[in-house]
């Protein structure tokens, strides 16, 4: 889940100052714990004759949820819960060279059932001073003895290669002191149970959508951060999620399902009840049609993708390349083929064109809403850097990239977007010089679909998501694993069109685009005046690898609490000149032997 | 009480589950391959759970969810679609995508429960038919198989419904006292991780079958788990552990109890930081009736449930060995879910129906050391063509024979002391220079698979060496290791005293809670190894506040 869901309307003030965090919150005994114990850590952790640390961070999230799911009325399942998640970073050795960036041998005791090792711990939820140090003492004690073996392992495995590039392990930036807060949603468990209750009974009026549900999740992180060169932040992220997912199969047993997610920092930010009931009927309405259109056929040519589908496809196939993501260094040549995998091929391309002159490109995380619309962000990063705007790509010409504390080649400092363990898209805004208005895109669609001898052009609305699949349905999820990152992942069209030259569309169902890579966006032919704002689950290339290989610290606390991460898109509509729309292959499932019992019976 | 002698309360869920049930089988009637068995199992959990830590609460949380596990079965009950692969991979286990499970709303709401029903029902019979075909051609071209019994048993139709139980515990109330019991932890340096976990527990079942059979049962269940560890200087994990159980939120130990078992536990870690560490040894000694009660669940208890005598790769210690000796005639071995209370504890293995809607009975597997009979589910083995209560499975699981009270008795039981001599006597006359007492153990494991050696492990927690002059001395860092008929041969003699182990058992069909009830046991020879230790050194800096001297 996407965190710094800041609204620009409430108390939400930002201070870079180069030093003094300590003053501040003196009072508070988690800060006084955080700082004590940091200190300490700092003068006094060393074994022996080995290094002291030069860098420890120090974060505490402190988690709290909500989360309701029901179908056809009724409830599923309900919970709430607060956990308090301790996180240590440490490094040792220098800024040049330190104990991250390495895939080691594993190393480290065999086993060991002391909670630093796992590179932070579960947190009292009281606010005791004596217990929170007790943790972080031993998640630093931990993370020290990690450390040190892991720039013991590099320097040895060093002995035997010789680097190629020399980066620094770790990017100086300035201190900063800086707050990023802003109210919590309210979390009434009672109230989240009867909205999903309410909104999920209106899929019993459709006999033919087989499973269904509708699941609310809200929340609020609050993170105190100190690191031992003088930054410190506290920042709080809301989120509130909305998930309505169907599911079916087709006339000829063919599986269809769709899944639609509404993001929020605070309630004014979602739609109304009535208009949240429209929806589930509308997704109802929508597979219950597409269950007797026609499967799509195979399509060569020029394929138009609006709104939602335009920024999907960023998503999923561009955004992850604008993660500066560096390869480890590996102890052996094995795992050197995995940590290759962990570059980014745009690292090579800066200066070079990844999108059409007309079309540039920026995140900027700091923005909260676009045209009036939620799209979230924050103001601090995971680092402490003070998150701002990075123009990634102008006018087609990429610049850089968007990057955390851990120099990439190319790009020595932090953008401010380390979110978790590696960086990630905030806000991704795309805007085109020369957009034109959607009738006239339509016109360029027709117009170059004829050129081809086509006598139809297709249109993508939407493009489904996998990660937002999988949370409903296990067998999405298993495919959602088997996908692979390669160039050209399969995408799958939830709402297609074909498009005929007199204007007239008809539906197109189980259509999978494929043939488009991050590559064929400079061949985008065109874009339009109007722009979508879309908000989906971002998967960064990184993220395992920074995770891996980081100083110390894992980011293991979101996951755990079930929170992933969502990135949000301003984007026009793209113009694709060749593109591939087929239908899927293999054998059909049947569909089931008799109709669902609830039919015709009312909700409770 | 006799099957069917309650008077019917209503159930929105078995009512639901009866109509969505007879639906089905009506469909499903005009099908060339028609089931001729079908059942739903809707477990509930509602557990309020809180934890703390050396003073401080760390969680704290209520949940409530429902599962359903359908048994479909086409072909009849002498082969049908679960009948085992050639190579004796079990079907059932190995051929599904999870069909027949699924999340059911805790809303008594008939419809909905019906929907999720309706769904997976439909996914579970396609799949069924396609098995049925996979396991006939499988049958055909392999060697006969090993065990000829059916593939399912008909079992008697039982009805029963208990009202749905009400957790009796105050989320605050146990935050104060985890508080309260964790606390005493936080004045030592040298204790890494203490932690307490209260778990309040209502497990609610609803099953319905083919057969007629209608059972609803619900049974709260109180859990206290007490745990810390400390390392010795050469970097040995010492860890204790206490667990309470209860049906009642009463039968769980006072305050007082529970902070002098904190103590003793913080003496016994204290103690055992100095305790020498023990060398691989081989010799006589006495397991505490804790001990011998895990030794019993994981050797023994494992090795008799009934599914595992009819599986190519399974170990089947003791499937030829019915009515032949496995223990020494002194000792006799039953099972019996029915016992809620024993030796003033109560008994977590207790259950009224299991997951097959069988009642639950007593089923005396040992008799005066002879082999009797297994542990049955509905999967029949030769010999053996009917359950006895034992099919269990976590929620929403498919179920397997699994165990549930296990009591050990002796037809001679010695006082304490003169089980102690007994064993200043074996060492003499083995010429050793001191015996073993394991006295408490943290639980065990066991393999019974064919393609890894058969062995179990049990792992003690406090250990003493006992000299022949009687005296006793604290050691640390073994593991009792052995192969299971070995070790059987060597008991000799047990005591008067009984003592309970309660725990969660997992296996195939998940975590089940059982109890293991034994006397101490004198074995003649045993073996123990080196426990795995951690190199990793204690923390290196001193506790960040004026800890507590070690005394």
Excluded at chain 1, 64 to 87: F, K, V, Y
Excluded at chain 2, 240 to 259: H, M, Q
Aim: aromatic share 8%; proline share 7%; charged share 25%.
């Amino acid at each position: 889940m996407r965190r710094g869901l800041a609204l620009a309307a409430v108390a939400l003030c930002i201070a870079a100052v180069t030093a003094g965090a300590q003053k501040q919150t003196a009072q508070d005994p988690l800060d006084r714990a955080m700082r004590d114990e940091l200190a300490r850590s700092m003068t006094e952790l060393r074994l022996d004759t080995l290094p002291k640390p030069y860098f420890v961070a120090y974060r505490i999230d402190d988690i709290e949820t909500i989360e309701a799911t029901a179908s056809l009325g009724s409830l599923l399942s309900g919970s709430d819960a607060r956990t308090r998640h301790l996180r240590v970073e440490l490094r040792v050795g220098d800024y040049d060279f330190d104990n991250s960036n390495f895939m080691g041998m594993g190393g480290g005791p065999a086993f060991s059932m002391l909670a630093g090792l796992r590179g932070g711990a579960l947190l009292p939820l009281d606010d005791q001073y004596q217990e929170i140090r007790r943790q972080l003492w031993l998640a630093s004690d931990g993370a020290y003895k990690r450390a040190v073996e892991q720039l013991a392992q590099k320097r040895a495995a060093l002995q035997n290669q010789t680097r190629a590039e020399h980066l620094p392990d770790f990017a100086k930036e300035p201190p900063a002191v800086l707050t990023d807060v802003v109210p919590a949603p309210p979390l009434d468990r009672a109230a989240a149970e009867a909205l999903v209750r309410g909104l999920s009974a209106a899929f019993r009026a459709f006999p033919e959508v087989y499973s269904s549900g509708v699941s609310w999740s809200a929340g609020v992180v609050r993170t105190r951060y100190l690191n031992s060169e003088g930054s410190a932040f506290t920042r709080s992220s809301p989120w509130l999620v909305l998930r309505i997912h169907a599911a079916t199969q087709a006339v000829d047993g063919m599986p269809l399902g769709d899944v639609v997610t509404l993001y929020g920092g605070a309630p004014t930010d979602l739609p109304g009840r009535d208009h949240l009931a429209d929806s589930v009927r509308a997704l109802a309405t929508r597979l219950t049609r597409l269950r007797q259109t026609p499967v799509a056929e195979v399509y060569n040519g020029p394929v138009l993708f609006e709104g939602d589908a335009a920024a999907e496809l960023f998503n999923q196939v561009f955004a992850p390349r604008l993660v500066a993501a560096r390869r480890p260094m590996a102890a052996n040549p094995m795992m050197e083929q995995f940590a290759a995998r962990a570059e980014t091929p745009f690292l090579d391309q800066i200066g070079g064109r990844v999108l059409p002159t007309f079309l540039s490109a920026v995140d900027n995380p700091t923005l909260t809403t676009f045209e009036g619309r939620y799209i979230g962000g924050y103001r601090v990063d995971d680092d402490g850097v003070a998150a701002r705007e990075t123009r990634l790509v102008d006018h087609g010409i990429l610049k850089t990239l968007l990057s955390t504390r851990v120099p990439a080649r190319g790009i020595p400092h932090s953008s401010g977007n380390r979110w978790g363990a590696a960086a990630v898209v905030s806000n991704l805004v795309v805007s085109a010089d020369s957009g034109v208005t959607d009738q006239a895109l339509r016109a360029e669609l027709l117009k170059r679909a004829a050129a081809r001898g086509r006598p139809y052009a297709v249109i993508v609305r939407r493009i489904a998501n996998a990660a937002s699949l999988a949370m409903s349905d296990p067998m999405e999820f298993m495919a959602a694993m088997g996908d692979d990152e390669s160039d050209a992942p399969a995408l799958r069209a939830a709402v297609a069109v074909k498009l005929f030259p007199d204007g007239h569309e008809e539906p197109i169902r189980n259509a999978a685009v494929s043939g488009v890579t991050a590559a064929s966006f400079k061949d985008i032919v065109a874009a339009s005046r109007s722009r979508t704002v879309y908000t989906s689950p971002f998967r960064s290339p990184g993220g395992m690898f920074a995770g891996l290989t980081g100083g110390g610290g894992m980011s293991f606390q979101m996951a755990s609490a079930g929170l992933g991460y969502a990135a949000s898109y301003v984007v026009p509509s793209l113009l694709f000149e060749d593109v591939t729309v087929k239908g899927p292959n293999g054998d059909l499932p049947k569909p089931p032997l008799s109709g669902p019992p609830w039919a015709g019976s009312s909700p409770r | 009480m006799a099957a069917g002698a309650q008077a019917r309360a209503t159930s929105p869920v078995l009512d639901a589950m009866r109509t969505e049930l007879t639906r089905s089988l009506t469909t499903f009637k005009g099908q060339p391959t028609a089931p001729y068995f079908l059942s739903y199992e809707i477990s509930e959990a509602h557990t309020v759970n809180v934890a703390g830590s050396f003073g401080a609460i760390t969680q704290s949380a209520e949940h409530r969810h429902r599962a359903l596990d359908v048994d479909l079965r086409v072909g009849d009950y002498r082969f049908d679609n679960t009948h085992p692969l050639r190579g004796g991979l079990p079907g059932r286990a190995f051929m599904g995508f999870g069909e027949g499970m699924a999340e059911i709303p805790v809303d008594d709401d008939p419809g909905a429960i019906r929907a999720a029903l309706w769904y997976a029902t439909d996914r579970k019979y396609k799949r069924a038919v396609e098995q049925l075909t996979w396991v006939k051609t499988n049958a055909a071209v392999g060697v006969a198989a090993e065990d000829t019994a059916p593939d399912f048993s008909a079992e008697q139709r039982e009805t029963f419904t208990e009202p749905v139980a009400r957790i009796g515990a105050d989320r605050r109330v146990w935050e104060e006292k985890i508080r309260r019991y964790t606390a005493p932890f936080a004045r030592y340096g040298d204790i890494y991780e203490a932690e307490a976990v209260f778990i309040a527990e209502v497990d609610s079942r609803w099953y319905v079958n083919s057969e007629g059979t209608e059972v609803q049962t619900s049974q709260p269940i109180y859990r206290l788990y007490v745990s810390a560890f400390s390392k010795a200087d050469d970097g040995m994990e010492l860890p204790r552990y206490e667990s309470f159980w209860a049906f009642t939120p009463e039968g769980l130990p006072s305050d007082r109890a529970v902070l002098a078992a904190v103590q003793k536990m913080i003496d016994d870690l204290h103690a055992l930081r100095r305790a020498p560490a023990l060398e691989p040894y081989t010799g006589p000694a006495i397991l505490s009736g804790r001990a011998s009660a895990v030794f019993f669940h994981e050797v023994f208890g494992h090795r008799v449930e009934g599914h595992r005598q009819k599986l190519g790769i399974e170990g089947q210690t003791f499937k030829k060995k019915v009515n032949e000796q496995v223990l020494p005639p002194g000792f006799s071995v039953y099972f019996d879910p029915t016992l809620r209370r024993l030796a003033g504890t109560d008994l977590a293995g207790f259950y009224r129906y299991d997951d097959e809607g069988v009642k639950a009975r007593r089923v005396a597997v040992v008799d005066h050391g002879t082999l009797k009979t297994f542990l049955m589910a509905r999967s029949p083995i030769e010999g053996f063509a009917s359950s006895n209560g034992h099919g269990r499975a976590q929620l929403g699981l498919p179920p397997v024979a699994r165990q549930s009270n296990l009591v050990v008795e002796t037809a001679e039981p010695h006082s304490q002391a003169e089980l102690k001599r007994m064993l200043i006597d074996e060492i003499k006359r083995e010429n050793k220079p001191y015996g073993l007492l394991f006295d408490d153990i943290e639980g065990g494991f066991t393999i019974t698979m064919r393609f890894i050696p058969n062995a179990f492990n049990v792992m003690p927690v406090m250990v003493y060496r006992v000299y022949p002059d009687g005296r006793e001395e604290l050691v640390r860092g073994v593991d009792f290791i052995g192969t299971p008929l070995t070790t059987f041969s060597k008991i000799v003699a047990a005591d008067d005293h009984v003592a309970v182990f309660n725990g969660m058992c997992g296996a195939e069909s998940g975590w089940v809670p059982v109890s293991a009830v034994s006397p101490a046991l004198l074995v003649s020879q045993v073996e123990v190894q080196k426990k795995l230790k951690s190199g990793e050194r204690p923390p290196i800096l001193p506790p960040p506040f004026g800890a507590a001297a070690t005394p």
